[in-house]
């Protein structure tokens, strides 16, 4: 399936401006989740290269401070239109790294230029603020600074997208960034690195630099020269960064994992609701944070609502993403594994498997990380697959009596990422607005983010958040000036 499988081409990392090889030649390898089968190779980058791309941050960042922003906003936009014209180029890319079908990588291309032209476009928006004094001849000021040097850390799921939302709104804002992607999916991060290049981008504004968690991510978390920290991944990573972070007081932007309920009440209209559950728990293969985690249906209408979920389910074409089928495969082996066991457990507590729950037939999937998409029927919600995040291709689904048991179910957790609500009933509506322990509320509207949303989690699902006019403003702090004249 891996038309590249006797082709292995290497990518070479980006630090202060130059594309450079990991410091002892060690390499990182890059898998084509379809077969598993090695299709690149990246730089597994030394501690010290790390600290060569802080070095790099650290020193560039007073002139890049010093630009204009709307100087600052023509590299991004320069960046974007690279990657416009490589649209096809990079969403091949993304589906040998990560495993999405090429329909979902054109998406996500999409989405990171516009997550880049946005920044761009906001750097005629960077305002201060102006307060009356106490005493005459005074001015109150608040300006906007940079924080300085920043790090990117991103995940796995969305290796291009996470790099535009990231390094837009730092960079147009007067920030320095070094950028660590995914060790399992590195390879557009450092094919992007060209267009940083062919940009002009001044050298150390932007690096790159693949490796480890050990020898580079916990390195430049524990940096005192690191200002601000933005990453998206897992709650225990994000737990980690906050106590390795604490002793330099480093400003934090974590977007951490969910469990986001799908909650359909007995005057939802079912049809809608059965495709959007469907496409907020498959799209991805399930590898989405504000992904539909598990479904919590009124009982008058669960009948109903089940037999058409599961025939939608049974519509989904799994097979070689590069074709633009329905789905693709999970990114890891490890991953799948987890997937699997969450289904096992989920069975033996007395759920029943519906559909799904095992690898598609035929020799193209004899390899790789394949699951058939999955539904989980007759559960309840202290089952594993409703205790655990998933992120995987299967949805568990439990009867509810009403709303406030949903919301019961749902506020009971640790985390509160997103959630769904379909109801015709206003006033349930600005009832969960009210109530919904989470960051995002999906009100009959099926999984999406706009560009100029917010994007953020409550309670264990992060600090900070993402995207829209609150995003740009976490890149940004406060100082406050008194000023006195005629003195």
Not at 181 to 208: M, Q, Y
Not at 231 to 252: F, H, P, W
Request: with cysteine; glycine share 10%; net charge negative.
């Amino acid at each position: 399936m891996n038309e590249f499988a006797n082709d292995i081409s290497h990518y070479p990392c980006f630090i202060n401006g130059q594309f450079v090889e990991a410091e002892h030649g060690q390499t990182i390898s890059v898998e084509f989740p379809g077969d598993n089968v090695t299709f690149a190779t990246v730089p597994a980058c030394s501690t010290s290269q790390a600290m060569e791309a802080l070095d790099a941050a650290e020193r560039s960042q007073p002139a890049w401070q010093a630009l204009p922003p709307i100087e600052r906003a023509g590299y991004l936009c320069k960046i974007a239109d690279g990657l416009r014209e490589q649209r096809d180029h990079f969403a091949r890319l993304l589906v040998l790294e990560q495993g999405k079908t090429l329909a979902e990588a054109l998406g996500e291309v999409d989405d990171t230029i516009r997550y880049m032209t946005y920044s761009a476009e906001a750097a005629r928006r960077i305002a201060g603020e102006i307060f009356p004094a106490d005493a005459p001849n005074e001015q109150l000021l608040i300006h906007r600074v940079p924080h300085g040097v920043t790090v990117g850390l991103c995940a796995f799921n969305y290796p291009l997208a996470l790099i535009g939302r990231k390094i837009g709104p730092a960079l147009v804002t007067g920030n320095t960034m070094v950028l660590k992607p995914h060790d399992l999916t590195p390879v557009t991060a450092c094919e992007f690195a060209k267009l940083i290049d062919a940009s002009g981008l001044p050298a150390g504004v932007l690096s790159i630099v693949t490796g480890t968690t050990g020898e580079v991510g916990i390195p430049l978390v524990e940096d005192p020269r690191t200002r601000l920290i933005t990453m998206t991944g897992s709650i225990a990573a994000g737990q980690a960064i906050y106590a390795s972070a604490a002793k330099n007081m480093t400003v934090l932007s974590l977007e951490l994992g969910g469990k986001a309920p799908f909650i359909v009440l007995e005057d939802a209209n079912v049809d809608k609701a059965v495709e959007a559950a469907v496409v907020a728990r498959f799209a991805n293969c399930g590898q989405v944070c504000i992904c539909n985690e598990s479904v919590l249906v009124h009982e008058k209408i669960a009948g109903e609502f089940t037999e058409k979920l599961i025939k939608r389910v049974a519509e989904i074409k799994v097979g070689d993403p590069m074709k633009n089928i329905g789905m693709g495969p999970s990114t890891s082996p490890a991953g799948l594994q987890r997937v699997n066991d969450t289904v096992e457990k989920t069975v033996a507590e007395g759920a029943r498997l519906a559909c799904g729950g095992r690898r598609p037939d035929g020799a193209e999937f004899e390899n790789g990380n394949w699951m058939e998409p999955t539904v989980l029927v007759d559960a309840t919600a202290d089952m594993t697959a409703f205790q655990q995040e998933i992120f995987g291709p299967v949805l568990p689904i439990a009867k509810i009596s009403g709303f406030e048991e949903a919301l019961a179910i749902s506020n009971a957790r640790n985390d509160g990422l997103s959630a769904y609500l379909w109801t015709q009933d206003y006033n349930r509506m600005m009832h969960a607005i009210q109530s919904l322990q989470t960051g995002t509320i999906f009100i009959n509207k099926g999984i999406c983010g706009y560009i100029q949303g917010y994007h953020n989690g409550h309670k264990l699902s992060g600090l900070g958040g993402e995207d829209g006019i609150h995003g740009i403003e976490g890149y940004l702090q406060k100082r406050t000036v008194y000023m006195a004249w005629d003195c």
